[in-house]
């Protein structure tokens, strides 16, 4: 890739309090973009001041819905370098999601650098404190102006950051179990349809589920799949984990489940445990009946999200009761040890920004 163009701001922001961040709130000095025409490809890149982006009313991303998005993070490690985890795990993912929205993929390594040149430029807004790190939000959206549905001929490649602390924001640093709501009757995504890319629509159509169960005291749903309610699918934006008969159990993937990089790797340091991982469905009746040790969420955001408690329209059922469990707290303790240096990385995850 041609080292982007730098434009750096000249009215820096103040950062904010490293031990007050939650998540999503501040977004760093700058931005990097890049466009791609359909006669010409893909367009020089840049790197500006973060700022609005101009869009024409008739865009296609306003009216189509061709919009996709990416989330990984940059971590300060405990000797102060900065690097980035499976930024190119990201990257792959985005290309393969951009296909099946019909989009021109963003080549995965060119990605990749783009993201490592945009954190250089933004170094000093990685966090350091347990806990915290700077969040990239790679997106993609079609930016012709038109009507008639059809693919864009025109389309934005853009990436900024947001430091960031715990996603669920409680004492014990996102790992304090949270109330799930079971949602039988709405569905996040269906067999055939765009589930397993990370498109802006599968979030919409998760919104007003997530908001009843808030409602209702609840922190997130549990989505089941489409046809049936019968087998769990995804928790909120986030894979799920069951502890079952003492083996690590997960949903296989499929075109309406994302293939998580946080369930990857997770995957991946249970097995250098020693412990059985199995990719199978799991039946709504496992879950009810109480046979599951343990149950957590994973995912870029929260890391790891331990669920402490199931609501089946009305019928609650408390897993390990109420509280955290051991095999979600070491794979949470030793993947964001990995992530912040503690711990060697023996797979090859993290990459310095040079």
Not at 122 to 135: E, F, I, N, Q
């Amino acid at each position: 890739m041609p080292a982007p163009r730098v434009q750096r701001t000249t009215t820096p922001k103040n950062h904010p309090d490293p031990t007050g961040l939650g998540f999503g709130k501040y977004f760093a000095d700058h931005m990097a973009t890049m466009e791609w025409v359909h006669d010409r490809g893909w367009l020089e890149p840049e790197i500006k001041p973060y700022g609005p982006i101009p869009m024409e009313p008739a865009a296609g991303v306003l009216h189509y819905g061709q919009a996709m998005f990416e989330g990984l993070k940059a971590f300060r490690g405990v000797d102060g370098v900065v690097r980035l985890f499976r930024a190119d795990a990201n990257a792959r993912r985005m290309a393969s999601g951009a296909l099946r929205l019909c989009m021109p993929p963003p080549e995965p390594k060119l990605a990749e650098e783009l993201c490592h040149a945009l954190v250089a430029v933004d170094r000093d807004w990685v966090p350091a404190p347990a806990g915290t790190a700077l969040y990239l939000r790679p997106t993609l959206v079609a930016t012709e102006g038109f009507l008639g549905v059809r693919p864009s001929q025109r389309y934005l490649f853009f990436v900024f950051s947001s430091p960031v602390g715990a996603y669920y924001s409680n004492a014990t640093g996102g790992l304090e179990p949270v109330k799930i709501k079971v949602e039988l009757k709405m569905t996040r995504a269906a067999k055939g349809g765009i589930g397993a890319a990370k498109a802006a629509a599968n979030y919409a159509a998760s919104l007003y589920s997530a908001a009843e169960a808030k409602k209702q005291g609840y922190s997130q749903v549990l989505w089941m799949d489409a046809k049936d309610h019968a087998f769990v699918e995804e928790v909120g934006t986030m894979n799920l984990f069951a502890v079952i008969n003492d083996e690590l159990v997960t949903p296989p993937l499929s075109d309406s489940i994302l293939a998580g990089v946080t369930r990857d790797s997770l995957m991946t340091l249970a097995r250098d445990r020693g412990m059985k991982v199995i990719e199978r469905p799991i039946t709504r009746e496992e879950l009810e009946s109480g046979k599951a040790k343990e149950v957590f969420g994973s995912g870029t955001a929260a890391v790891v999200s331990p669920v402490g408690e199931l609501n089946f329209e009305g019928k609650k059922v408390v897993i390990n009761d109420g509280a955290q469990g051991p095999v979600a707290k070491g794979l949470y303790e030793e993947l964001t040890n990995i992530q912040r240096g503690a711990k060697p990385d023996t797979h090859g995850w993290l990459k310095e920004v040079k």
